[in-house]
């Protein structure tokens, strides 16, 4: 079974910063578009970021100027670096890789919780 391994959620002041980490198999990394989607409590998860191979990136408009992904493809690894937090970003954080070449499927981490409160 694939697993994606969340990292670095938490409580966090409004104007604070909280950068989260998700490593995947390198099998699955280099062929997947990686992705950073939240779920708070009552709503239905969204999109936040999402990034290519290639390193081309979307960010959700809600975010766009606080919020960066970025990945190191020789780590396997996808970061979503937030900044300027406000409470509306209180959610769990899923990290998801979307793999492009051959079946096209997806595969989820656990989630982490990121809470911004004073």
């Known amino acids: 079974q694939v697993q994606l391994v969340e990292s670095g959620g938490g409580l966090v002041q409004p104007g604070g910063s909280l950068r989260l980490s998700c490593a995947a198999p390198?099998?699955?990394?280099?062929?997947?578009?990686m992705g950073w989607y939240r779920q708070a409590p009552g709503k239905q998860r969204e999109s936040v970021a999402s990034i290519m191979s290639g390193g081309t990136a979307n960010i959700a408009d809600s975010v766009k100027g606080r919020f960066t992904i970025s990945r190191d493809n020789a780590k396997n690894t996808v970061y979503l670096q937030m900044n300027s937090l406000k409470p509306e970003d209180t959610a769990v954080y899923y990290c998801?890789?979307?793999?492009?070449?051959?079946?096209?499927?997806?595969?989820w981490g656990q989630g982490t919780q990121v809470t911004v409160s004073s």
């Open positions: 390198g099998s699955i990394f280099s062929i997947s578009t």
């Open positions: 998801n890789a979307h793999t492009w070449f051959g079946p096209k499927k997806d595969y």
